[in-house]
């Protein structure tokens, strides 16, 4: 079964307006942590936001914050007020205590930005 | 400050030719280290990891090995490239402290002819 789910391949946003990229987890390990990174054409991953599994709060950085929603294994990325640098490939992934801390990733979201 | 080199960026290889990848850290000592693979269109595949010199642990069985001579040195070698090898190779690092978020190279594109 797959750890991590991104249901959207391609996502597409009007410049200025927020997005939400979904990411569905699957674990049983009460230790994990949830991760978001960048992929721009160049190749690079950027990482851009983490959730721990015992964080009380929802886990922001800048524009980016992730909505957390620990019974329903859900850990969607959330743009605010989309620019055109952010049209990307968007990963979401989670490493778990009990794997050793080696994260596993989805497949990704591509996100383009309109102008 | 900890950054992460990778090389070649790009790379164009013979099938049935051997391949060498090298990645290193600076800036950190026993750092965990990890090679994925990025087929095109697709997320990352987890081929090695490492947790100390000459600790090489495999995801993946295929014609890549993996070695790490040195504390901030990872090598990602094939003795014989195949057509499926094509792909882009990431070193990554994983930061210290638990939220630190893993760090990546610049990354290899590489293509068998």
Redesign the interface.
């Known amino acids: 079964a797959q750890k991590i789910t991104q249901t959207q391949p391609g996502m597409f946003v009007q410049e200025k307006e927020a997005v939400t990229l979904d990411c569905t987890y699957d674990t049983s390990d009460p230790s994990y ?1 949830l ?1 978001w ?1 960048k992929q721009p054409s ?4 950027i ?1 851009l936001i ?1 959730q ?1 599994s015992y964080d009380q709060q929802n886990a922001t950085e800048g524009r980016y914050s992730l909505n957390f929603q620990k019974a329903r294994k859900s850990a969607n990325l959330v743009i605010s007020a989309s620019q055109l640098g952010d049209s990307a490939m968007y ?1 979401c ?1 989670m490493r778990e205590k009990g794997g ?9 979201t591509s996100l383009i930005v309109h102008p | 400050s900890q950054t992460i080199h990778q090389w070649p960026a790009t790379l164009v290889q013979p099938v049935g030719s051997p391949l060498s990848l090298e990645c290193t850290v600076e800036g950190t000592s026993n750092p965990n280290l990890y090679w994925y693979r990025q087929a095109a269109g697709r997320g990352l595949q987890l081929l090695f990891y490492s947790v100390g010199i000459g600790q090489i642990s495999s995801e993946v069985p295929q014609n890549l090995s993996a070695s790490r001579p040195q504390d901030r040195q990872f090598i990602l070698s094939s003795k014989k490239l195949l057509l499926s090898d094509s792909g882009f190779y990431l070193c990554a690092w994983r930061g210290t402290g638990l939220h630190y978020g893993y760090t990546f190279g610049s990354g290899t594109r590489l293509t068998v002819v």
């Open positions: 942590g991760f990174y160049s190749g690079e991953m990482f983490y721990g990963f992934a050793s801390y080696i994260p596993t990733f989805g497949r990704g």
